[in-house]
């Protein structure tokens, strides 16, 4: 017998009548309540019935006749998920400095970051289509700091901002051509990149003070 608690009502009716299905209380084909009388006799709002039984409906466990009502569907070759809890151990790697890119320290300052993002998700700028070399203040930013702090002049039109490194090297290749130098150790999907777009290099070894050119 169906009994309603507190909670979300119409998920408690799909429960129900998903359990009653799958343990053979309701044959296939036998004809569900109809919504009207359901919501009747449960005092609760017929909104919330068919609510569940689109649910129902959905996910196959009943199926609907026109001007007929809902019916139970055959759900012997229905695969059921069941929902137990999935117990999963991280293995720890003892590792002292981690460079990779989800490598974030503990003191990163989420709530800062947090502030940020929301204010930036705020301006509706950020759904306009922009510049396909980037965001072009963002660009502009990036030519005053390495003018400033490097020394070294880009315009911002020589600047372009990717989603991702090997993009990135994807249009590096397409605009200087020859043979390149890659460090080793280094990068290693750099040199997968290479072979895949039939780029010529070589490796060059690193030392204390980076590459080593003498060699």
Do not use: C
């Not at 199926?63 to 055959?74: I, L």
């Not at 249009?171 to 280094?186: A, H, N, Q, R």
């Amino acid at each position: 017998m169906l009994v309603l608690n507190n909670g979300i009502l119409y998920m408690q009716i799909y429960e129900y009548f998903k359990n009653e299905i799958i343990n053979g209380t309701y044959k296939a084909n036998t004809k569900l309540p109809s919504k009207r009388n359901l919501a009747k006799e449960y005092k609760i709002s017929l909104n919330t019935v068919d609510n569940a039984y689109s649910k129902l409906l959905e996910e196959g466990f009943i199926y609907s006749k026109e001007r007929q009502g809902f019916f139970v569907s055959d759900v012997g070759e229905l695969y059921v998920l069941n929902n137990k809890p999935i117990h999963i151990t991280k293995e720890e790697e003892n590792i002292e400095y981690d460079f990779s890119y989800s490598g974030v320290s503990d003191e990163f300052p989420y709530k800062v970051f947090k502030k940020i993002s929301s204010n930036i998700f705020d301006n509706k700028d950020i759904l306009e289509k922009v510049d396909y070399q980037g965001y072009l203040p963002l660009r502009t930013q990036i030519s005053e700091y390495l003018n400033k702090s490097r020394g070294f002049k880009a315009e911002p039109s020589q600047i372009v901002i990717s989603s991702g490194s090997e993009y990135l090297f994807q249009i590096i290749f397409k605009l200087i051509s020859g043979k390149f130098g890659i460090e080793d150790p280094g990068y290693s999907m750099l040199s997968n990149i290479m072979d895949t777009n039939d780029i010529k290099y070589e490796f060059i070894s690193v030392d204390e003070n980076g590459m080593d050119l003498k060699n």
